[in-house]
């Protein structure tokens, strides 16, 4: 079987002696290509903690984390952000546009640090303007932005560089539920789309139930969730 994603006996704590806490415990998880998992966990759980070191963010204490069958800690850090910028695209609970950018101007922002040249770039990113149904917003900087229109433009920024797995992190946490289950929508239907892998931590039960598989991290590891009407 090909993986997109593969964590092997990750484990990663915190803090020293009587103050340490061990958020991950010889996790193992895979995600195949096309694939999108949803994982649930209350809030300190470690799900932001799994998502930052599957993205080369930090570091785990022991255990392997590959994507798109690269080992990513076995790298050097300049080939590390390389591969994880050219392989991964990110979603954060707050968007983090760049206010002094235009949306277009952020979109593309990753491609630039790939090495993309500007036609190319900008090619792509209308195509993505246009899917989110943002192509009139384009010009516009994030505070004229609308919360939701700001995150879709974030899931643009995701996407730019056609990464083979994408990670988002509480991506409808700030939005009221309206613009929540549109996103949620928009997620489900670009992981069907385009064969990109998508790793989602949430508190929604609505996106949850729209992945393939939801998956609960709970005392530092994961196992199979059925999304019913609540969990803890």
């Not at 995600?31 to 300190?44: L, R, T």
């Not at 590390?80 to 990110?90: D, L, Q, T």
């Amino acid at each position: 079987m090909q993986y997109v994603v593969r964590a092997s006996n990750i484990s990663k704590s915190f803090g020293r002696g009587a103050t340490r806490i061990d958020v991950l415990q010889n996790l193992d998880l895979q995600v195949e290509p096309g694939e999108m998992v949803a994982i649930a966990g209350n809030s300190g759980s470690g799900k932001s903690t799994l998502l930052h070191i599957l993205g080369g963010l930090l570091h785990p204490d022991s255990g392997v984390a590959e994507v798109a069958d690269h080992d990513i800690y076995g790298l050097r850090e300049r080939q590390r952000a390389r591969v994880c910028n050219s392989a991964i695209g990110f979603v954060f609970q707050m968007h983090h546009l760049l206010p002094e950018f235009s949306a277009m101007e952020n979109v593309m922002m990753p491609a630039w640090i790939s090495g993309k040249g500007v036609s190319a770039a900008k090619q792509r990113a209308l195509q993505l303007f246009d899917r989110m149904g943002l192509s009139v917003r384009q010009h516009h900087r994030p505070g004229e932005l609308s919360g939701g229109e700001q995150q879709r433009v974030a899931v643009a920024r995701a996407l730019i560089n056609q990464p083979q797995v994408v990670l988002a992190d509480e991506p409808s946490g700030n939005l009221d539920p309206a613009n929540s289950e549109t996103l949620h929508e928009l997620l489900e239907s670009l992981a069907k789309e385009t064969g990109q892998a998508f790793l989602i931590a949430t508190h929604s039960q609505s996106l949850a139930r729209r992945a393939d598989r939801a998956l609960l991290l709970k005392q530092g590891t994961l196992e199979p969730l059925e999304v019913a009407n609540s969990w803890t």
